[in-house]
């Protein structure tokens, strides 16, 4: 049985590695061990060229986690902590997703991923999560996760991936929704309120959460993505 050809946006950032220390095109290996564990075919699309040209090909496609998005996308000046940006992967990935939601291409959001979902629809950020809720569990140390549980919300897709209790995943992300865009719905939330997964309805599946799944000891998002994909 041939895998599901499933594409997984990138970093590219300054990396050091065997001999070398140069800029590279990355992404963590929890990602690609996960999508195989799933059954998928993980194929990893840096943000240069055209990405969007290649949603036709692929079966599947997770956008991966990384910096923060450029605030002017929303409407919003920068908070001084706010970092990480980098417009040529904001351009990339907005693009890559808008080919894919008309495609109806199966889609999961990872972090950064729910955040370029909801901003591309319409929605906003808050741009330093622990101003809002009043602790820093969502990112407790540089490189750290904080594990904490999630709430779904009962018959979502997340729901029906991780069941309906309370289950305890790893977060590592500064930045979350403020307002939700159009047509999305919350699907699971931190005991804080935080918004922690979102759907898109209007597509077979459009999931994304703002926490870690690839971080997970199970890969059940992953798997759902891959059943969900023709």
């Avoid at 002017?72 to 940006?85: L, N, S």
């Avoid at 540089?142 to 018959?155: H, I, L, T």
């Avoid at 939700?180 to 979102?198: C, H, M």
């Amino acid at each position: 049985m041939s895998r599901p050809v499933i594409g997984v946006t990138c970093y590219v950032e300054p990396a050091r590695y065997t001999v070398w220390e140069t800029t590279a095109a990355l992404l963590p290996y929890a990602y690609v061990e996960q999508v195989v564990r799933a059954g998928g075919q993980p194929v990893v699309l840096p943000p240069a060229g055209a990405p969007a040209r290649l949603v036709a090909r692929l079966d599947g496609l997770i956008v991966a986690g990384g910096g923060d998005i450029a605030p002017a996308r929303y409407g919003a000046p920068q908070d001084e902590r706010t970092g990480y940006v980098r417009e040529f992967r904001d351009e990339a990935e907005f693009a890559l997703l808008a080919a894919a939601l008309d495609a109806g291409l199966p889609f999961l959001g990872v972090c950064r991923g729910l955040q370029v979902l909801n901003v591309a629809l319409g929605g906003t950020l808050h741009q330093h999560l622990p101003d809002v809720v009043g602790h820093t569990g969502h990112s407790p140390a540089p490189g750290a996760f904080g594990w904490s549980p999630v709430r779904p919300v009962a018959g979502s897709r997340v729901a029906k991936a991780l069941g309906d209790g309370p289950v305890d995943v790893p977060h590592y992300h500064h930045q979350a929704v403020d307002r939700l865009a159009a047509g999305l719905a919350v699907t699971a939330t931190a005991d804080d309120g935080t918004v922690e997964a979102v759907e898109l309805d209007s597509r077979p599946f459009a999931v994304a959460v703002q926490w870690h799944p690839e971080a997970a000891t199970g890969c059940e998002l992953f798997e759902a993505l891959v059943a969900a994909c023709p």
